[in-house]
């Protein structure tokens, strides 16, 4: 049984396009996040949410919206994808300390 | 701003050598540190965590110190055999529960047969 899921796994879009990816833990976390690991490998936190409230928000631009409709669900949203967005996001979850990922959904925008 | 730091990008060791993984850190006071391993492909993985009242800590044929003066940690791998090839992650954390789960750039460990 997959403790954090991400769907899809692979996404390949035009510019300009809207795309979601979704996220679900079944470990009963509190806290959610999106990472963005771009090519350069380097792994960065776009945002944070504990029990549906968002607690971190990077300067990530605002065509990126995450959407928390229950603890166990954290939903990300891209806006008008622009060329830079190609990367991989990973989602995450924890509870007191380790974060547990999901398997990533690489995003390629052409 | 906060800075993190590993060693270097990439390191090949031979099998059954000693792999030292360095974590630099500035601008920053964690509570405490975790390292992570991720495979190409996967997710990171979670692998220990050490607290900045602990000097070191042990796990199976992992060993990881933490020295709040230098600001560094070091993450050991005895023994290493090729599956330990991955990146391997440091993650420095503070002690509000709020704050960045900020990552380093990671190493890319080698054990060649």
């Known amino acids: 049984d997959t403790a954090v899921s991400q769907t899809p796994k692979y996404l390949v879009t035009q510019m300009g396009n809207d795309k979601s990816i979704k996220c679900e833990q079944n470990?009963?976390?509190?806290?959610m996040y999106w990472y963005k690991q771009d090519s350069k490998k380097f792994l960065k936190i776009m945002f944070s949410?504990?029990?549906?409230?968002?607690?971190i928000n990077e300067t990530v631009p605002n065509r990126f919206s995450p959407k928390s409709p229950d603890k166990a669900h954290l939903n990300l949203h891209i806006n008008s994808l622009e060329l830079g967005d190609s990367a991989v996001y990973f989602c995450?979850?924890?509870?007191?300390?380790?974060?547990?990922f999901g398997e990533g959904s690489r995003l390629t925008v052409l | 701003s906060q800075k993190i730091e590993q060693n270097s990008e990439a390191l090949n060791i031979q099998e059954g050598k000693t792999a030292t993984l360095t974590c630099n850190y500035t601008?920053?006071?964690?509570?405490?540190l975790q390292w992570y391993r991720q495979d190409p492909g996967r997710g990171p993985v979670f692998l220990l965590l050490?607290?900045?009242?602990?000097k070191e800590k042990r796990k199976e044929r992992l060993k990881v110190t933490f020295d709040t003066t230098l600001k560094q940690s070091l993450f050991h791998i005895t023994a290493s055999q090729p599956a330990d090839s991955a990146t391997y992650l440091c993650?420095?954390?503070?002690?509000?529960?709020?704050?960045?789960?900020?990552f380093g750039p990671g190493t890319r460990l080698s054990v060649l047969p």
């Open positions: 993650a420095p954390r503070g002690a509000n529960y709020g704050q960045n789960f900020v």
């Open positions: 601008n920053y006071s964690p509570a405490y």
């Open positions: 050490i607290r900045e009242n602990e």
């Open positions: 470990l009963g976390h509190d806290t």
């Open positions: 949410y504990n029990n549906k409230e968002l607690i």
């Open positions: 995450a979850s924890s509870q007191s300390g380790e974060l547990f």
